[in-house]
């Protein structure tokens, strides 16, 4: 190994200490997305002192790779893991949903904290209907194969959606789920109801202020001081985007009968870098969302928003690693916390936490291994590289829900 590589592959973990806040073990109610569409990350062993080092303690995986599970058994981290929509259609054979339990979550625990698996991901948005029709019935199968095998008081089965099954969201206590989604939703929200399982949505408000950067205020979406906007049909009173939108869909959910049931966020986040048409995609506004997100969730003394101020906010923000081969433009291959070699995409201002210190190296692999394209693992997903496609489609089927929110919302500035 050269002098130049072993430089490159010893990196270390540096997080400058100048203006670092150190936040509380509260931390617990953050998690973190570990995707993996790149061909430079570290080994999985040598992410485990990483995710300490911002003190996440939940990581939501878009397959099950062993690699990864058997890297943080013993370690206490909770692990959501997905299957994929490319598999929905085997998942509609019990024996298949059962096998596919045994080899991907029953044969990590107790070991390893696997606590949710979701199937599939916003296949709602993709209008395919063969697709739509097997996300339920993969969901209740793989359900009942936790039955089978004595799991399912500890690993809960839930699928995630794109905010764009919202026809309404402006105010956010009028949220209503699109017309010709509302059978099947409602479908899907008896599962959650029977099983004790959330429902989860994948929020962001980058893509809002992306598409309306000269009519949405950064300080909305970037949780920084504002004037806020006031649901007049509540009297509540929302000073950020992302408790609007997560209320809109509590709106949603309670409309359809479910008003206990639990809404969670497993993606939200903001690119540190993007092209010349991606407005605020920059190191700056990625360090004030998703630190200030955090310091948000990790202070304040009632964690709901102004609907559910009594329930506990269950977020995962995206994403661990900035993903090389993602494809798209150039902010989906940007929304990390931190580099390949372990250095931070840009300050987050989270002190290290469980003695992880400024030594902590990423050596131990050889470039070989990083340079070639991974292999993918019997038990893992493709579908989060075809989700990332999709993530354009997202973007503009997202906006309509919000539009009014947004005219409103710039009403109430104007009028304050």
């Known amino acids: 190994m050269d002098l130049s590589t072993f430089h490159y592959w010893s990196s270390l973990i540096f997080i400058s200490v100048v203006g670092i806040v150190v936040f509380p073990a509260m931390v617990a109610s953050i998690g973190v997305n570990y995707g993996q569409i790149a061909n430079n990350l570290p080994l999985p062993q040598n992410v485990v002192p990483l995710v300490k080092s911002i003190g ?167 949780f920084e001081q504002n004037a806020g906007v006031l649901d007049p049909s509540t009297s509540l009173h929302y000073d950020n985007m992302l408790f609007a939108q997560i209320d809109a869909v509590y709106a949603a959910v309670g409309a359809l009968g479910y008003k206990k049931l639990p809404v969670h966020i497993s993606e939200t986040g903001w690119p540190s870098r993007g092209d010349e048409n991606e407005a605020g995609a920059t190191p700056d506004n990625a360090k004030k969302y998703n630190g200030n997100l955090i310091k948000l969730m990790t202070e304040q003394k009632k964690k709901g928003t102004p609907m559910r101020p009594s329930s506990e906010l269950n977020i995962y923000v995206f994403a661990l690693f900035n993903e090389n081969m993602k494809p798209g433009p150039t902010s989906e291959r940007n929304y990390g916390l931190f580099k390949p070699d372990g250095t931070p995409a840009y300050s987050l201002g989270i002190a290290l936490n469980d003695g ?26 493709t579908g989060y590289l075809s989700i990332s496609s999709s993530a354009m489609e997202r973007r503009q089927t997202g906006i309509g829900p919000l539009f009014f929110f947004f005219m409103f919302m710039m009403m109430q500035l104007v009028v304050c």
């Open 356 to 381: 992880v210190s400024n030594s902590t190296s990423f050596s131990g692999s050889s470039p070989g291994t990083y340079g070639s394209t991974p292999s993918t693992p019997a038990s893992s997903s």
């Open 56 to 222: 996440a303690t939940k990581l939501k995986l878009y397959d099950a790779d062993p690699r990864v599970l058997k890297a943080f058994a013993n370690t206490g981290v909770e692990f959501m893991v997905g299957l994929g929509n490319e598999y929905l259609a085997k998942m509609k054979d019990p024996d298949k949903a059962q096998a596919w339990v045994k080899t991907n979550v029953q044969a990590f625990l107790p070991a390893t904290n696997i606590t949710a698996i979701f199937v599939g991901n916003e296949v709602l948005t993709f209008n395919d209907s063969s697709l739509t029709g097997n996300l339920l019935p993969a969901m209740q199968n793989v359900h009942t194969a936790l039955v089978n095998l004595g799991l399912d008081k500890q690993v809960t089965v839930t699928t995630a959606h794109s905010l764009a099954i919202l026809e309404t969201s402006y105010p956010p206590s009028s949220g209503a789920f699109r017309r010709d989604l509302v059978n099947c939703i409602s479908a899907i929200l008896s599962f959650h109801s029977k099983t004790c399982s959330p429902f989860l949505i994948n929020a962001y408000p980058y893509f809002a202020y992306k598409a309306n950067p000269k009519q949405v205020p950064l300080e909305f979406v970037l």
